[in-house]
């Protein structure tokens, strides 16, 4: 299989950065473009407070927003040192929904994700958000740990 594009989901953990650096070295040997994606997830606000808390929602977004570019920048570096082509992108929504999204707009042949590695009750419950793009994305998925 030809990897052609990589995106990479970068959330500041550990487990994301080993997936950068694996996606250095698969974009070096493949010679892969890279899209580093970075999801901010919302804040749930229902009902009538949802209104009077427009602007902070709006204000967080948009403090969240500065913070992943600058994290993106950073991972960006990397790439800039080996003169390996990529792109970034920070969106709003949904983790595990947006990196299958992007993925399928973008046409990419691999994700790479990091893993919290939950397990038991916790798991179970929320379910985590490399085993739902796992099971949603319509091409190859690689886990990190």
Do not use: W
């Not at 990397?78 to 990196?99: H, M, N, R, W």
């Amino acid at each position: 299989m030809m990897l052609t594009k990589l995106l990479v989901a970068v959330d500041g953990s550990a487990q994301s950065y080993k997936g950068v650096d694996l996606a250095l070295k698969l974009a070096r040997n493949e010679g892969s473009e890279v899209i580093l994606l970075e999801v901010i997830h919302p804040i749930p606000v229902y009902g009538p407070a949802k209104k009077t808390l427009q602007q902070s929602i709006e204000e967080r977004n948009r403090d969240m927003a500065a913070e992943v570019k600058e994290d993106l920048a950073k991972v960006g570096k990397k790439f800039d040192e080996l003169q390996i082509p990529y792109q970034t992108k920070a969106v709003i929504g949904s983790p595990a929904e947006e990196i299958c999204r992007i993925a399928e707009e973008e046409k990419v042949t691999m994700i790479i994700i990091g893993t919290r590695g939950k397990t038991g009750v916790s798991r179970f419950l929320m379910g985590s958000v490399s085993s739902q793009v796992v099971t949603h994305a319509r091409c190859s998925v690689l886990v990190t740990r």
